[in-house]
């Protein structure tokens, strides 16, 4: 989160926030006094020993809560200091931090303790007469240096742990990146592909008939327009894919004239699901080129999407001679294996591309990947 949207966002929220963060820090500390108080007076109880469970509370919470008041400073000082860094220096700085702390927190707590009401618990609460009573000293500064290690300890797991998540992100991030460069990449080799085979219709055209190569380059003018208008757009919506389809097909058709029928057999709720940008347009040249442009009579093509089972399914079928010894390299050809490829990068292995034969003849190129709806339909 930058600092601009911290800023922007209501002062009461982050009021809010910061409170229940002391609270939970309160709670926090209050249980563990409350836990070393419990197993102090059962400890006692066990040993024949006569001890109020109230004045072990009530000295445990004072000890607990100051350790809780000093926590920030710690927390600050772990990992400013991290232990993993200039080891023998900040080893030794945390060191003498715990001891004065732990003097600090004794100086603190037992007068607390006294004037919380129970001054049985500690007969003189004076700061000459704790430091005089050499058990009492050593007893909390054994106390204070384990409250101060573990906070320690627990800053650094803290620290560790937001680190992780930190690189986690920062990897899924840069993983991110990376698929939607190759995805670019992928799709950019469809354009020289594609143009290359139009230029040399045109070409070929110029010599046969000069209205239908004019045709055929404005046709092309309103593709590249149209591309390049969504040339951002990795995903879309089916209904703008078919809009790239009948645009690129208007160019087939001036080449090819009579010779070629189009069929859509599109179902209207397919219109809307979400489809890898121009991912049908190889697959339908490739019916053009290895069905339509093979046989001497007319070619038809159809193009087929329906839902099922919760997946959307594209058919391109021709009705050319099938595959063949020859026409088996065009499975691996650009085509193809760039569909494949932005299939595999956008879905992982949930897709499926199939080539076969069909009934009578022709081939059928079938894909099914998961049926996504648009954002547009979902708010309709």
């Known amino acids: 989160m930058n600092t601009e949207s911290i800023q922007n966002k209501p002062q009461g929220l982050l009021t809010s926030r910061w409170w229940l963060r002391v609270l939970f820090g309160f709670c926090v500390w209050a249980l563990l006094g409350t ?108 106390q204070g ?93 089916f209904e703008q894919e078919l809009e790239f389809l009948k645009c690129y097909l208007d160019i087939e058709h001036t080449r090819f004239a009579d010779r070629l029928i189009v069929k859509m057999e599109v179902e209207p709720q397919t219109l809307g699901f979400m489809v890898p ?16 442009a093979r046989q001497t009579s007319s070619g038809s093509i159809i193009i087929r999407s329906f839902r099922k089972n919760g997946r959307l399914v594209m058919e391109v079928e021709d009705n050319g001679p099938g595959l063949t010894n020859d026409t088996n390299g065009s499975l691996s050809g650009i085509g193809l294996n760039n569909t494949r490829a932005r299939l595999e990068r956008c879905y992982g292995e949930n897709y499926d591309l199939n080539v076969r034969n069909g009934v009578d003849r022709g081939v059928v190129v079938t894909l099914e990947i998961p049926a996504i709806e648009s954002a547009s339909v979902k708010e309709n």
């Open 277 to 292: 940008n121009l991912i049908l347009q190889p697959i339908v040249e490739n019916a053009i080129r290895h069905g339509v």
């Open 145 to 237: 240096l384990t409250i101060y290690w573990t906070t320690v300890v627990v800053a650094h797991a803290i620290k560790y742990y937001r680190g992780l998540r930190e690189g986690e992100a920062r990897t899924s991030q840069l993983a991110a990146q990376l698929a939607q460069a190759q995805l670019q990449a992928l799709k950019m080799q469809i354009h020289p592909h594609f143009l290359f085979n139009t230029l040399n219709s045109i070409a070929a055209l110029l010599h046969k008939d000069v209205e239908a190569a004019d045709r055929m380059i404005a046709r092309l003018g309103d593709f590249l327009r149209l591309t390049l208008k969504r040339s951002d757009a990795q995903i879309i919506d």
């Open 35 to 142: 836990s070393f108080a419990l197993s102090t007076y059962l400890g006692a109880r066990q040993d024949n020993v006569q001890i109020s469970f109230k004045r072990a509370l009530s000295g445990y919470l004072a000890d607990f809560l100051v350790w809780g008041m000093l926590s920030p400073l710690i927390f600050r000082m772990a990992r400013r200091f991290d232990l993993r860094e200039h080891f023998p220096r900040n080893l030794l700085l945390h060191l003498g931090l715990s001891i004065v702390l732990s003097f600090v927190v004794l100086s603190a707590a037992v007068p607390l303790t006294w004037y919380l009401g129970y001054p049985n618990l500690v007969r003189n609460p004076t700061l000459l007469a704790l430091y005089r009573n050499g058990a009492f000293s050593i007893y909390y500064l054994h």
